[in-house]
C-alpha cells in the first residue's frame, strides 16, 4: 500500500483547504488523518473505516473538518473548514487493516504518506 498526499498549502484563518490522499495497493483500509507540528506528537485528526460507513473526529477539529472517501477512485479527502492558527501542522494520511482497532492512535496505523505542510496564517 502506497499513500500519497496532496492538497496543502497556506492559508489564512477561517479560510478552507481540501488534502488528498490517494491510495495504490490494497485500497480496503480503514483511514485516518493525523498532524504534527513542530515540536509535539502526532495528533489524531479524523478517520474513515474501510466501507465509510463510519467516521471519526478529533476534538479539535470535530465541527469544521469532514473526512470522506471514494473506494472506486482510490481517494481520500480531509475537507478542513474554519482554519486556526493552530491547525498549523504537517498532515499525514494513514491506513490499517479494518476491524484491528485503535482508530485514535498513531500507532495502530501500518503504512503513512509522506506529509503535506498546512500552514495558517491569522
Known amino acids: 500500500v502506497q499513500l500519497q498526499a496532496c492538497g496543502g498549502g497556506l492559508a489564512q484563518a477561517g479560510d478552507s483547504l481540501r488534502l488528498s490522499c490517494a491510495v495504490s495497493?490494497?485500497?480496503?483500509?480503514?483511514m485516518g488523518w493525523f498532524r504534527q507540528a513542530p515540536g509535539r506528537e502526532r495528533e489524531f485528526v479524523a478517520a474513515?473505516?474501510?466501507?465509510?460507513?463510519?467516521?471519526y473526529y478529533g476534538d479539535s477539529v470535530k465541527g469544521r473538518f469532514t473526512i470522506s472517501r471514494d473506494n472506486a477512485k482510490n481517494t481520500v479527502w480531509v475537507q478542513m473548514d474554519s482554519l486556526k492558527p493552530e491547525d498549523t501542522a504537517v498532515y499525514f494520511c494513514s491506513a490499517k487493516r479494518p476491524f484491528s482497532g485503535g482508530t485514535y492512535l498513531a500507532g495502530s496505523y501500518q503504512y503513512w504518506g509522506q506529509g503535506t505542510q498546512v500552514t495558517v496564517s491569522s
Open positions: 495497493g490494497r485500497t480496503l483500509y480503514d
Open positions: 474513515i473505516r474501510w466501507n465509510g460507513d463510519t467516521t
